[in-house]
Every structure is written in structure tokens, then in C-alpha cells.
């Protein structure tokens, strides 16, 4: 019997413990997907106990909850802070399997040097030990530190004025570039009830009236040339349940559409799914365009069935915990997508992701219809164009991660895989690196002790150290030392 989470924590052979401690381990982190405040990291901010830290924002953690039957008032509800931690522990215990056991003993143990097992018996004993390191200095930026992250990308809307980012960019004392990601999505959902409330934001944001599809198009290549000169160089899509795009349209008669679909959407009338399709058709050719003319990867995300409890979405407002995962396809749709951005030399170095496991040889395979090298990039990024990314959210557990990488293996280059991101508002979330790197090292090791790969050290340990950073660089371009 192995010992609880020891230093060979999911590492079942010898190579498979050279492979990350040797190499795995030392590497820094890029996390070019997530969803922390840039204020938090510019105001360098500072946290009175544990439950500020792991619970204040982390909805894996309070579905988790959900999960014991523990009361809303202890997850996000008006219980004072140690009365949800003490919730919180409580539950561990029936947690079994569950990445969040897993992931909140690694948190504890990297960031607060504490070993223990999180139960009831050890619940005052956790919260005295992590206070006392709180209070003795351990900021956001600390811990950031501390978990040796190169470069941090956010999560931002074209309306934002990114001062926060402009600051950290100014402040030399912080060595952690935090850059910002263009993530248009609200642009994008032409038949949202509050588009023309957001459009009359961008408006006010831009310093220019947005009366037309044209003078949106306008503006967002507007503020795609203002995230650059602060450091962007990454967007980021959320088609939610599943990927629209009226692929029966041509890209003249797509925006004669969104033209009219624009206008009748700040006139606050009812879009019908037709027009949203081609809406979406138009300004996502349009935003490939300015991606590749700006040198943007792009991200696309889909598969996520959005606040599906309307009780709890009208109590709470969104990213409480109440998505799941869709089983709407979207592979033809987003092949169609792809296709079309090529076809108009539109299509940038994309990085594809579906919450639906059963997607994983799908996506695979159909980002591998679009890999190849132009003129133009050959020897730049020493990667293909269209990836498929990171298991993502409810996929990111073992074994979630293992069915992930077998698709990605057996449909492409895995030693070009890119790695491992947050997709976190957690700043101790730093841990799911190591989480991934153990399961990566683990799932590498076995090809060898199969007999399916040679014992070739250098090659295994280039392999490992790549995906656990330096192809995430590469795909980039991120400049870093």
C-alpha cells in the first residue's frame, strides 16, 4: 500500500518518478487560461484566513459542498467565514475520488507546509496554521511567486480599460508578466436581453457611438490594437452549448444579415436562432481577420450548458456552480467554422476545447484537418496551428485526463501538446499544474514500460519538459527568459 499523497503521489513506476522529478517538477508555469481580478495581482491582495483563500470564489469547491447536503448559507451565503470553512472540512472526508480532495491536500501542503489529512478532527489545527502564514505574509503575490509563474493570462472584455494590467506592467518589483486575453463574447450574443446595454458600454468605453455592425467591427479592431499595446496576444471564445455558425451562408450574404440582425437587437427586438447563426457567422470572420492581421491565437470554447438551476441563477448570478456539461454535438458545425475562417485566410493558431469528454476524438481529429505550416509561419512556433486544448473543467480529474490524452496521442503529436492551464479565480489553483505534470509523467512512462517507446531519457525528459512549458512559449510566442 502506497502512502497518502507522498512525494510519489501517482507516480507507479521508477521512470515515471525520474521523469517528473527530475524534469516535470523543475519547470516553471505559464497559465494562459484563467479567470483571476487583475486587481487582486495589482493590489497585491491580502487575506485574513484560509476560507478567503479556497472559498470565496471557487465553485468546484462549493459543488462539492452541494454535493454533502451542506446549507447555502456555509457555501455562499452570510455564515461567517470559519463556519464554512468548518463546512467545508466535513465534507472531505466523503470525497473520494473527487479532484477537489486531491487538489485542496496539495494546496495545503505546497502553500501552508501543512501534511496533515483534511478532516473534522484536524479542522481548528488547519485554520490556526494557514491563518498564522496568511497574516505572515502570504499575498496574492506571494503565492504567485511561490508557485514560479512566468506569465499569467486573464480573462478580459473588449470594454475594459485594463488599468490594472497597466500598472502591474509598471510596477518592475513584480517579475510575473500578467497580461490580458480578448474575450468578445458579448458582442458576440446578438440576442441576449441585455446586448444593447452592453453595446451602449462598449460605446462609452471605445470614446465612440456604436450605431452600426460596421461601427462594432470598427471598434472591436479598435480595442484588439489597445490589448496589444498592453501585452495580449490571445482571444478567447465561450460558444457555451454548442458552436453556431450558419455555415450555408457565404460572408456576403452572412453580414448583409448581422447588419440587419444589429439593428433590430439594439431596437431591443426578439432575435430569432437563424439570424443569431448568421450574426455569428459575419463577426467571426470578421475577428479572425483582425486576430491573424494582429498575430492572435484565438480559444474556443464549447459545450457548457449555462445556469441550468434558473432558481439558483436568479438568487446567485452566473459561475455559481450551476453549469453542466451538454451533449450537444457541435463537431460539424465547428469543422464548418474552421473551414470557412481558412477559406478567407482568417484562420489564426486556435486552440480548441469541449466540456463533453466524449468529444476528445472528435476534436482531435478534426483540429488535425487544419495543422499544417504556411510560408508565412514555417519556423516560427515550431507547432501545429490548431490544437486541441487542456481537458477542461469537469474534465480535468484523472481520469478525465487520461481519456484526454489517449485521444490526443492517437490522433496527433503528443509531445506537442500544450499543457496544462488554471481556467481558475483560485490563486492557490497553481497546484493543478503539478496535479497535471504527475498524471502526464505517469501516462508517458507507461509507453515505456509497455514496451511501446523506447527507454530514451533525453528524449522522454524533452517530451516532458515541452509540454509542460515550452510549447506553451512556443505556440505563443510568448518572450520569456
Known amino acids: 500500500m502506497k502512502n497518502f499523497m507522498d512525494k510519489d503521489f501517482l507516480l507507479e513506476s521508477e521512470l515515471a518518478k525520474a521523469l517528473y522529478h527530475n524534469y516535470a517538477a523543475l519547470m516553471p508555469i505559464i497559465d494562459y487560461h484563467c479567470h483571476m481580478n487583475p486587481k487582486d495581482i495589482a493590489e ?5 484566513n484560509i476560507t478567503q483563500v479556497w472559498l470565496a470564489g471557487d465553485h468546484y469547491k462549493w459543488r462539492a459542498m452541494r454535493s454533502c447536503g451542506v446549507s447555502e448559507r456555509l457555501i455562499t451565503g452570510d455564515a461567517d467565514d470559519y463556519s464554512k470553512f468548518e463546512a467545508f472540512v466535513a465534507c472531505m472526508p466523503s470525497m473520494i475520488g473527487h479532484p477537489v480532495y486531491h487538489w485542496s491536500h496539495l494546496e495545503l501542503q505546497r502553500y501552508f507546509g501543512y ?3 483534511i478532516c473534522p478532527a484536524n479542522c481548528e489545527e488547519i485554520w490556526d496554521v494557514t491563518k498564522k502564514a496568511l497574516e505572515g505574509g502570504l499575498t496574492m503575490r506571494k503565492l504567485i511567486e511561490n508557485s514560479r509563474v512566468k506569465l499569467i493570462c486573464t480573462t478580459d472584455d473588449p470594454a475594459d480599460n485594463l488599468e490594472y494590467h497597466i500598472a502591474i506592467r509598471k510596477d518592475s518589483s513584480f517579475k510575473t508578466q500578467v497580461l490580458p486575453t480578448f474575450r468578445p463574447d458579448k458582442s458576440l450574443n446578438v440576442g441576449a436581453k441585455d446586448f444593447a446595454d452592453y453595446i451602449a458600454r462598449l460605446s462609452a468605453a471605445s470614446g465612440f457611438e456604436i450605431k452600426s455592425f460596421d461601427a462594432l467591427c470598427a471598434v472591436l479592431e479598435s480595442r484588439v490594437a489597445f490589448f496589444k499595446e498592453v501585452g ?3 482571444s478567447d471564445h465561450s460558444f457555451d452549448n454548442s458552436i453556431s455558425f450558419n455555415s450555408a451562408l457565404t460572408a456576403e450574404e452572412a453580414k448583409i444579415i448581422a447588419c440587419e440582425t444589429f439593428k433590430l437587437a439594439l431596437a431591443g427586438e426578439h432575435i430569432p436562432a437563424e439570424a443569431v447563426s448568421a450574426y455569428k457567422n459575419a463577426l ?8 491573424v492581421k494582429y498575430g492572435f491565437a484565438m480559444q474556443v ?3 457548457a450548458l449555462r445556469n441550468t438551476n434558473s432558481v439558483m441563477f436568479s438568487r446567485l448570478g452566473p459561475d455559481c456552480g450551476y453549469d453542466t456539461i451538454s451533449g450537444e454535438p457541435s463537431t460539424l458545425a465547428l469543422g464548418h467554422m474552421l473551414d470557412a475562417l481558412n477559406s478567407d485566410g482568417a484562420l489564426p493558431r486556435t486552440i480548441l476545447y469541449s466540456l463533453n469528454g466524449n468529444d476528445n476524438a472528435n476534436i482531435a481529429s478534426l483540429a488535425g484537418c487544419f495543422q499544417y505550416a504556411s510560408e508565412e509561419t514555417e519556423g516560427l512556433f515550431n507547432m501545429p496551428n490548431v490544437v486541441q486544448g487542456a481537458a477542461w473543467w469537469f474534465n ?3 481520469s478525465g ?13 503528443f509531445g506537442k501538446y500544450l499543457g496544462m492551464l488554471t481556467d481558475s479565480r483560485s490563486v492557490v489553483s497553481y497546484t493543478r499544474h503539478e496535479y497535471f505534470r504527475r498524471a502526464l509523467c505517469n501516462f508517458i512512462a507507461g509507453f515505456v514500460e509497455r514496451g511501446e517507446y523506447p527507454l530514451d531519457i533525453e528524449a522522454l525528459a524533452q517530451m516532458v519538459c515541452d509540454i509542460c512549458y515550452n510549447n506553451t512559449k512556443d505556440f505563443f510566442g510568448f518572450k520569456l527568459v
Open 44 to 48: 497585491d491582495k491580502k487575506f485574513e
Open 401 to 413: 485526463m487520461y481519456d484526454h490524452f489517449r485521444a490526443y496521442a492517437h490522433s496527433a503529436a
Open 301 to 303: 470554447h464549447f459545450g
Open 396 to 398: 480535468d480529474h484523472l
Open 115 to 117: 501534511d496533515g489529512v
Open 284 to 291: 467571426m470572420r470578421f475577428l479572425g481577420k483582425m486576430y
Open 232 to 234: 495580449c496576444c490571445i
